[in-house]
């Protein structure tokens, strides 16, 4: 990424009606964040004009991953910091759940009071791989952000960026991460919330898809996207046709 979007200059998209508020103006934290999925996020993010919070188990690790992405970021108004979990989760207004799905449970339940009163964005997916190639798990609760609202009783939950592929994120060669982002969860503003934040990366596009009862559905479609990749070699993106109203800016 170069010029103006990468150094996080480019012009303000104009606001959506629904947009509850300036979502440029929230701190985000990406929990697990110096994992793939994570660091593109907050790559993104950061070059959206976000102040953006990498998470880690490690603070030495996140602030590692951080230095990294500022040195790609450039010139960032914000630049990314880098800061353990429970500080990074504390900092922040939204947060961003980016673990593996071996450690979602475990993470949530530790960072409960941290993350009580935030929008929590769960971007887990609950996936394995045999011979086969790979498939969802099963979940107990339905899906992995249905486990995270019963773990986090005082967070506002919500699903998203599921089917993003992290090496486009976080490859500044690319400019335009055109896929949409479907978006689940059962509080209207903090979907609304999301969908914006969603809107500010060039190309991306957030879309309310339903209540959170229905996150496994989308979480398991990871699967069939992953199967796709491999067999084209490609990191396949999701884009929903005929979808009415507000177009995210170029």
Excluded at 140 to 152: I, P, T, V, Y
Excluded at 158 to 178: E, K, Y
Aim: include cysteine.
């Amino acid at each position: 990424m170069t010029g103006d979007a990468a150094a996080g200059t480019r012009s303000q998209p104009a606001a959506h009606p629904d947009w509850p508020r300036e979502v440029r103006h929230t701190t985000i934290a990406l929990l697990g964040g110096t994992g793939a999925q994570g660091r593109g996020l907050a790559y993104r993010f950061a070059c959206a004009g976000i102040a953006t919070v990498i998470g880690s188990r490690s603070a030495q690790r996140a602030r590692a991953a951080a230095d990294v992405l500022n040195q790609m970021h450039g010139t960032s108004r914000k630049p990314v910091v880098g800061e353990s979990n429970a500080v990074a989760a504390r900092r922040a207004g939204i947060v961003v759940a980016a673990v593996p799905w071996e450690g979602h449970a475990e993470l949530l339940r530790d960072l409960a009071a941290d993350l009580a009163g935030k929008v929590v964005i769960d971007c887990v997916n609950p996936i394995g791989f045999d011979n086969r190639g790979p498939y969802p798990l099963d979940v107990e609760e339905g899906s992995a952000a249905q486990q995270a609202a019963l773990l986090l009783p005082d967070s506002t939950v919500v699903a998203a960026f599921h089917h993003v592929s992290a090496v486009l994120l976080a490859d500044p060669s690319v400019r335009r991460v055109d896929c949409d982002v479907l978006v689940l969860g059962d509080d209207r503003d903090a979907t609304d919330e999301v969908r914006a934040l969603a809107d500010l990366v060039p190309g991306m596009r957030g879309v309310y898809a339903g209540r959170l009862r229905n996150a496994g559905q989308i979480e398991a479609l990871t699967a069939n996207l992953v199967a796709v990749n491999r067999r084209y070699r490609t990191h396949a993106g999701v884009r929903l046709t005929g979808v009415p109203g507000y177009a995210p800016p170029s």
